[in-house]
């Protein structure tokens, strides 16, 4: 496996703003949590949010596409569940009473994935949905980040799985982002990155959440 880069903290969390407000966690895409997500969790952090960043590759990262896919297929989700079940719990103990989830590509299919035991208010995935064996219901409203241009599995299209959360009655907000590719806001990925898209879904995802986890 090449091009692997250390990162700080491994295998822990980083978090962003006080204790007790209101929990986003960030879940990173299959590249690993890159530099690009520290500016991106003091933003949303800067909108008065407990924000936390789990490290699902215990301390490795990369820019490169094919060793990105070896870290991913090796990940163990039940593990990067349980990671995000601690980190919820332990916000709760502090007095967290709202939490938000945020995830990239692999992130927003762990994001998607969470949601469905019932401890999120909100959730946001980035170019990311799930498969039909993966399905089931998501009981908070959902927001949705899609480049224009990606390819997906068959029953992961975005239309089959926005018209499974609309039969389950989920409230979903879909946007897609017009000459973009996925991965387009991972500021680490300098192929593929889109600045403008990449604001535009920030600035949605801070109203999305202001929405949702308000107390």
């Given at each position: 496996m090449?091009?692997?880069?250390?990162?700080?903290?491994?295998?822990?969390?980083?978090?962003?703003?006080?204790?007790?407000?209101?929990?986003?966690?960030?879940?990173?895409?299959?590249?690993?949590?890159?530099?690009?997500?520290?500016?991106?969790?003091?933003?949303?952090?800067?909108?008065?949010?407990?924000?936390?960043v789990p490290d699902f590759y215990d301390g490795v990262c990369t820019v490169d596409a094919a060793s990105a896919a070896e870290l991913r297929d090796g990940l163990d989700y039940a593990r990067a569940l349980s990671i995000m079940d601690e980190l919820v719990a332990e916000a709760k103990s502090e007095g967290s009473t709202k939490v938000g989830l945020v995830g990239f590509s692999m992130g927003g299919q762990l994001a998607l994935l969470h949601a469905q035991g019932g401890e999120a208010d909100a959730v946001v995935a980035y170019y990311a949905t799930l498969g039909v064996e993966e399905d089931s219901i998501i009981p908070c409203p959902v927001l949705m980040h899609l480049a224009e241009n990606d390819e997906w599995s068959h029953g992961a299209e975005p239309d089959s799985f926005v018209a499974r959360l609309e039969d389950h009655g989920t409230p979903v907000t879909v946007f897609t982002y017009l000459g973009t590719e996925h991965s387009f806001a991972n500021a680490s990925a300098p192929a593929t990155v889109d600045t403008r898209a990449a604001a535009l879904a920030f600035a949605r995802t801070a109203s999305f959440l202001a929405r949702h986890l308000a107390e």
């Amino acid at each position: 496996m090449a091009e692997l880069v250390p990162i700080p903290s491994p295998g822990l969390p980083l978090y962003y703003g006080l204790p007790g407000a209101p929990l986003v966690v960030v879940a990173h895409d299959w590249y690993g949590r890159l530099p690009w997500l520290d500016p991106f969790a003091d933003a949303l952090s800067s909108q008065g949010y407990r924000v936390a960043v789990p490290d699902f590759y215990d301390g490795v990262c990369t820019v490169d596409a094919a060793s990105a896919a070896e870290l991913r297929d090796g990940l163990d989700y039940a593990r990067a569940l349980s990671i995000m079940d601690e980190l919820v719990a332990e916000a709760k103990s502090e007095g967290s009473t709202k939490v938000g989830l945020v995830g990239f590509s692999m992130g927003g299919q762990l994001a998607l994935l969470h949601a469905q035991g019932g401890e999120a208010d909100a959730v946001v995935a980035y170019y990311a949905t799930l498969g039909v064996e993966e399905d089931s219901i998501i009981p908070c409203p959902v927001l949705m980040h899609l480049a224009e241009n990606d390819e997906w599995s068959h029953g992961a299209e975005p239309d089959s799985f926005v018209a499974r959360l609309e039969d389950h009655g989920t409230p979903v907000t879909v946007f897609t982002y017009l000459g973009t590719e996925h991965s387009f806001a991972n500021a680490s990925a300098p192929a593929t990155v889109d600045t403008r898209a990449a604001a535009l879904a920030f600035a949605r995802t801070a109203s999305f959440l202001a929405r949702h986890l308000a107390e």
